[in-house]
């Protein structure tokens, strides 16, 4: 079997239980890219079985630990683990995520489920060289329509592979129905973010449901998320996004959910807050989904100035009694820096704000409790004192 010998820093690490072991940790290589290799330490102890990457900084990404043998039908089992977990939820919703990644020991696999059609994503040379497998293992277990494979992440070139969407299996429409809550939605897995939507925000768009009241201000609202689930319970809804494409989509949703009292701006939030703010508007319920601010560690203080901008401007628009729901989604922002910069922006906008609920990522996007990178979204839902 191919192996792979890491220092001794790599292996306090694997054993700490974290599956990344950074090229600078590896120390001998019997291998080729994509191998399921046996892992040693440097006084040869056996640490686990790993996906081996010959391009990407993460050289090997852990799939069993310790001196056992590696089971030959992980894939299989771990797909059939991961999709028994997601049906346990019995979420109220027809697309969620099957797998997701480390956190379904299926490291850099992604599995979304919109009807029944799956979009995949294998972000690493070992999940990419195991895809036919993968395949004919969702179908068995699944029976889906059509299988694509949205495979154009730029991590990938991290890896060394190409940039390619196409279809694996059955076929798969550019227009698939699904239902999140009582909202329904047209998706295209082929074009849209993401595999086509935001399903790591459906719980907090239910937390939300329960304050959001009278005039809301969905900001970043892609396709709506927010704004159509909430809307229901406002007046008004004014959902914001930059791009021309996704305010035509939240426009068609809204006609489609027969949401009469949504109105979608294709503007950048930085500029609509700031000329909301010089009109007078107020709102009783805001919404904060911006993209990633921070997408690396280089990026973060400029961020954390992004963050705090929107924040404070939010928190003014909104009258005293009302609600933010703020979210950040860059793993390099942690939750403390999240509150601290949402708390300094309150203390700047001169308000009082209590948090009511401190929210992550859906339950179908678990956290790995010994990878912080794992824990990305972070959503605050404040109350405005006064
Ligand atoms: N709230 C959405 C997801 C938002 S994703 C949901 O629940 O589904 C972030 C969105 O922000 C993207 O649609 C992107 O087009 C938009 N965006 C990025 N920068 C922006 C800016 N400066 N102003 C307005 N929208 C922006």
Sequence with gaps: ???????????????????????????????AAGDLVQVFGSRGRPVGHALFSDESEITLRMIAYGSAAAPETFIKDRLAAAIAFREALALDATACRLVHGEADRLPSLIVDRYGDHLVIQALSQGIDRRVPEI??????????QGILARNDPRVRLLEGLEQRVEVLYGDVPDRVAVREGAVEYQVDPWRGQKTGL??????????????????????FSYHGGFALALAP?????LAVD????????????????GLGNVEARAMN????????????????????????FAKNKASVRKAMTGYKEINLRALKLLEPGGFLVTCSCSYNVSEDMFVDVVSAAAADAGVEVSLVEKRAQGRDHPILINVPETYYLKCLILRKLA
Aim: hydrophobic share 40%.
């Design 242 to 257: 930059i791009s021309e494409d996704a305010v035509a989509r939240i426009r068609e949703n809204a006609t489609r959910n």
């Design 269 to 292: 939030v930085f500029d609509e807050l700031r000329e909301l703010e010089r009109q007078g508007a107020r709102f009783e319920t805001i919404v904060l989904d911006p993209p990633a």
């Design 198 to 219: 935001f399903l790591d925000q459906r719980e907090n768009r239910e937390a939300a449901l329960r304050y959001a009241r009278g005039r809301l201000l969905d900001a």
């Design 233 to 237: 319970r406002c007046e008004s809804v």
């Design 135 to 144: 395949v004919s293992a969702l179908v068995d277990l699944l029976q889906p």
């Design 1 to 31: 079997m191919p192996r792979v010998t890491i220092s001794r820093r790599g292996e306090d690490r694997a054993r700490a239980g974290h599956p990344w072991i950074y090229r600078s940790d590896v120390e001998e290589v019997d291998a």
